[in-house]
């Protein structure tokens, strides 16, 4: 892939669906999942003639906490237009979104990637609708489609990033500190499996350093921050080859085929869009006053990025540290839940890091899904610093406690994992391990470092792990030097 | 003013209307007068006045987050021009 010769130019449009009890315009319940088709429905998100849509306040909240996360502007007024076009899950024919005043623009966020810290512009976060689901069916050679309006007018966040992002793993990280930040706000899950969170990226490539824009593709059907990664990869490669076969990128929409790995081109026909935009006659524009704003500000969790600062200054940790802490749901509290009761924020950190980190790849899951409490992890590390396990066999311990949930020092009882400092037992077995292995007990008298290795490895063998290192060791020098 | 007749066929592609000849050309003409009296209105001076979205004074109508019952899916699909158990069924949306 010759990224040294081109650079992409990247920016994202993802669509946010805030955890709003009730839909956007209409009292239906937000709630869909798993609920029966068109059981979540009235005449006003099924697009009857008529109706009259009313603005969900929470919705609007939810909006502009999250453009305040994001370091937007809140102008002094917003309005809803009316998007037109003409599909089938798109009931009225035309979406309640926001066109030339939306309800917050010109922010930023930052993302930790390539050298990092870098800035991402946001142009804007405005609020919408969600459009009703279509499934697609083939029978006997025949096609229809299926159309369920339950997702029709849950609120939709459009989060529209400036064209500053520069390579695939940028990308990603910025979905995922953007996934961060909504879900910090709690104002939605960020599930992207579950389409809570959907992306569309804009790329296109030029020759490093050249200030005119390429040709702009857009790749839709983004759903997971690594499928972000790898479709712009492909995309990049597959622009690269192009540009060098003497060929032409074409301007158009493709999809991205999570299975074959490639972006295939949607073919629709292509031609230019034209939503005749005006404002909605139905609702009355939106004042945003100082006071609405500057208690919304006030009601705001600790962001990601404060976070990071704070774990710093307070627990002396390293930014690389900081960033890993703060940088999913749930594992900063964690981390700060332990160190209440165990004041070595470093050690903490890197168990945090290493094996708690370790598991919840193992498991593809979450801290939240995990039995293990803060307060496991830090009687994990007092039974270590007493001497009570080794760190190994604590390695193993923290796998049984993220599994059963029990507790670390019932673990080590019932398993019989206490380190064995008994010089007795210790030497005996020591002793077993000279008679069962008499050349490499010669190395280790004729001055051989690495043998006297073997020979403490045989017996932490032997003992499955449970000697003290640092004993046997010992026990070993004194047998060999006066045998 | 006169609109083109590309113009109607683009506007009417647009709202999904298949138009017949005399149509396009009828409404061709009936578009130009409109175009034309919306000419009159636009010679009038409006430099010192804020654009109207708006003709009802009212601003912040919201409503609390509070769900409700929605109806009965009897009734969502007592219209449907088909259905497939509780789904509207339409005509193949991808081939
Ligand atoms: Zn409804």
């Known amino acids: 892939m010759s990224t040294s010769v081109y650079e992409p130019v990247i920016g994202l449009e993802t669509h946010v669906q805030l955890e709003t009890k009730s839909k956007m315009f209409c009292a239906c319940s937000a709630a869909y999942a798993g609920a029966e088709p068109n059981t979540h429905v009235c005449p006003v998100c099924l697009g009857m003639p008529g109706v009259l849509p009313v603005i969900n306040r929470r919705a609007v909240e939810f909006t502009l906490l999250s453009g305040l996360a994001l370091n937007c502007e809140v102008p002094d007024a917003s309005k809803f237009d009316r998007k037109n076009y003409p599909y089938p899950d798109l009931l009225k024919g035309y979406q309640i979104s926001q066109y030339d005043l939306p309800f917050t623009v010109n922010g930023w966020l930052t993302i930790d990637v390539d ?77 992207m499996e579950e389409g809570a969170l959907r992306c569309d990226v804009n790329i296109s490539i030029r020759p490093a350093g050249s200030e005119p824009l390429g040709v702009k593709v857009e790749i839709k059907n983004l759903n997971s921050a690594r499928s972000v990664q790898r479709a712009l990869e492909y995309e990049i490669d597959r622009q690269t080859r192009a540009i060098e076969g003497g060929q032409q990128v074409i301007q158009e929409t493709r999809g991205w085929d999570e299975d074959r790995g490639v972006t295939v081109s949607q073919r629709t026909k292509e031609q230019a869009h034209d939503y005749r935009y005006f404002p909605e006659p139905d609702l009355p524009p939106v004042f945003l006053s100082p006071d609405w704003i500057d208690g919304l500000r006030q009601q705001m969790a600790e962001l990601p990025d404060a976070r990071r600062e704070r774990y710093q200054r307070e627990f002396g940790l390293s930014h690389y540290d900081a960033v890993q802490l703060t940088s999913a749901l749930g594992v900063g509290t964690f981390f700060e839940q332990a160190v209440a009761l165990y004041a070595r924020p470093k050690v903490t950190a890197n168990w945090i890091q290493g094996e708690l980190f370790r598991v919840l790849r193992e498991r593809d899951t979450d801290i939240q899904e995990l039995p293990l409490t803060p307060e496991h992890l830090v009687e994990l590390l007092v039974l270590i610093d007493d001497g009570t396990i ?94 | 003013m006169a609109i083109s007749r590309e113009e109607v066929e683009h506007v009417a592609f647009l709202a999904r209307l298949g138009l017949t000849e005399e149509e396009t050309t009828r409404l061709q003409e009936q578009l130009s007068t409109i175009l034309d009296y919306m000419r009159t209105i636009n010679e009038v001076d409006t430099s010192e006045i804020p654009p109207t979205a708006q003709v009802i004074p009212l601003r912040n109508v919201m409503r609390p987050d509070e769900p409700r019952p929605s109806l009965p899916v009897e009734q969502i699909l007592a219209n449907a021009p088909d259905r497939e158990d509780n789904h509207f069924r339409v005509p193949p949306v991808l081939d």
């Open chain 1, 115 to 191: 050298g990092g810290p870098h800035r991402v512009g946001i142009i804007r976060a405005h609020l919408e609708e969600d459009t009703a689901k279509l499934i697609h069916k083939r029978e006997n050679g025949a096609s229809h489609t299926l159309m369920d309006a339950n997702r029709s007018g849950v609120p939709l966040l459009e989060i529209v990033s400036a064209p500053d992002i520069r390579s695939p793993t940028a990308a990603r990280a910025y979905v995922q500190k953007l996934r961060l930040i909504v879900q910090t706000l709690g104002v939605s899950t960020g599930n």
């Open chain 1, 390 to 483: 080794s760190q190994a066999i604590a390695k193993q311990v923290f796998d049984d406690v993220a599994t059963s949930g029990r507790s670390p020092r019932t673990i080590v009882a019932e398993r019989g994992l206490a380190q064995i400092s008994d010089a007795t037992e210790l030497e005996r077995m020591v002793a077993e391990a000279i008679a069962a292995n008499p050349q490499a007990a010669a190395d280790v008298r004729a001055g051989k470092a690495p043998a006297l290795g073997f020979l403490t490895g045989q017996v932490m063998k032997a003992t499955r792990g449970k000697a003290n290192p640092a004993v046997v060791n010992q026990i070993l020098k004194r047998l060999l030097d006066t045998a």
